[in-house]
């Protein structure tokens, strides 16, 4: 039966999903959607025991920019925590923004947060602390590809066979589903950052050309690519001369970008054959029929799905809004916690905070 207070709560829950990415740190809250969609970095003033300055866009734009005493960093790495303090002060501003948000004041929240699948334990162990000193009352975790492949739209939990590849900013998460396990998978710690620093890589060795992650972060948005464009484009490089110290421009061609990011895009289709060779027969059959969903934010590198298409010979899709698909995927577990729960892994199951 209707309970319409049961309704009203559950619009101003304190339930909160969080896609703790590398490049990105994405907030969804039950029942309102994606809240906070803001960089994986934090100013802090090193002069003042680590005072946090600015977190997320703000910034940001003071990577590479910022004075002696003020330090930009990304306190996570291919996937997983590098600086645990500087995290967890990260997920406390991101966990307070979105408590902000609501019309009223509510309870500390229950969060599900995803994990790359590769992860450790002491790494898993890592992120639950973090999120619990960060203000959490009971913590879950659930592995990416798993919510990639739930906020994507794939039926995780029927007997036909579902695939994710879920490429981040520190890693590219591989999995086949079925019945709301997961069957293979691979974790590879190649992503959206090793293209970054390929274009960088590229542009010092062809150009003498020293350019910041912020600008190959630019160049591979703008004309980056896995397969031969319609229309190949240019785009200007500006950095400095490692020769003689001045500031240069230099336009390069989407085919030399598609070079230079050649090898982590082939580190990328050889994972996602190996997951495909582990696969059961059965489950082949049903992925020949499906296609295989790209999510995350390297799937909207262009040409990257006729790319795995023509290297697996079978179809690939790309996920409606692919960035957001984690945090969707983990929100929704919160809404259908009863159906879904099972998708949870390691160390949440009873794992509260009182």
């Known amino acids: 039966m209707f309970n319409p207070l049961n309704f009203v709560l559950g619009l101003f829950s304190q339930d909160i999903a969080i896609d703790l990415g590398t490049a990105n740190t994405i907030v969804a809250v039950r029942n309102r959607g994606i809240i906070i969609n803001e960089p994986s970095v934090v100013a802090i003033d090193k002069h003042k025991k680590g005072l946090v300055l600015a977190v997320g866009?703000?910034?940001?734009?003071m990577l590479g920019r910022t004075p002696s005493n003020i330090m930009a960093v990304r306190p996570l790495r291919d996937g997983v925590i590098s600086d645990f303090d500087i995290t967890e002060k990260m997920l406390h501003y991101f966990i307070n923004k979105a408590h902000e948000s609501l019309p009223f004041s509510m309870p500390r929240p229950r969060i599900v947060i995803g994990i790359p699948s590769g992860v450790t334990e002491v790494e898993k162990r890592a992120v639950y602390e973090a999120s619990l000193?960060?203000?959490?009352?009971?913590?879950?975790?659930?592995?990416?590809?798993?919510?990639?492949?739930?906020?994507?739209?794939?039926p995780v939990s029927e007997s036909r066979g579902s695939m994710v590849v879920d490429i981040g900013g520190g890693t590219t998460e591989i999995a086949v589903i079925v019945l709301g396990s997961i069957v293979?998978?691979?974790?590879?710690?190649?992503?959206?950052?090793?293209?970054?620093?390929?274009?960088?890589?590229?542009?010092?060795?062809?150009?003498?050309?020293?350019?910041?992650?912020?600008?190959?972060?630019?160049?591979?948005?703008?004309?980056g690519s896995a397969f031969p464009l319609p229309e190949e484009k240019l785009y200007a490089l500006r950095g400095r001369n490692l020769i003689t110290g001045l500031p240069e421009s230099i336009d390069v061609s989407s085919v030399e970008v598609r070079e230079a990011l050649s090898g982590v895009i082939n580190s990328i289709v050889d994972a996602v054959k190996d997951t495909i060779d582990s696969t059961p027969p059965e489950l082949i059959s049903d992925l020949m029929e499906t296609g295989i969903m790209l999510a995350g934010g390297g799937a909207q590198l262009a040409g990257l799905a006729q790319r795995l298409a023509e290297e697996t010979r079978i179809d690939v899709h790309v996920a409606e809004d692919p960035l957001?698909?984690?945090?969707?995927?983990?929100?929704?577990?919160?809404?259908?916690?009863?159906?879904?729960?099972?998708?949870?892994?390691?160390?949440q199951r009873g794992s509260t905070i009182h």
Do not use: W
């Not at 203000?135 to 798993?146: D, K, N």
């Not at 710690?189 to 630019?218: C, H, P, S, T, W």
């Not at 957001?324 to 160390?347: I, N, P, Q, W, Y």
């Open 57 to 61: 866009s703000d910034a940001k734009e």
């Open 133 to 154: 000193s960060a203000g959490a009352r009971r913590v879950f975790l659930i592995e990416e590809p798993m919510a990639a492949a739930i906020g994507s739209g794939l």
């Open 184 to 223: 293979a998978a691979t974790s590879l710690r190649v992503a959206g950052d090793k293209m970054d620093q390929a274009i960088m890589e590229y542009a010092r060795q062809k150009y003498n050309l020293f350019i910041g992650e912020q600008m190959a972060e630019r160049t591979k948005i703008s004309i």
């Open 324 to 347: 957001t698909c984690v945090a969707r995927g983990a929100s929704m577990v919160l809404e259908h916690f009863d159906v879904l729960s099972k998708s949870l892994t390691g160390m």
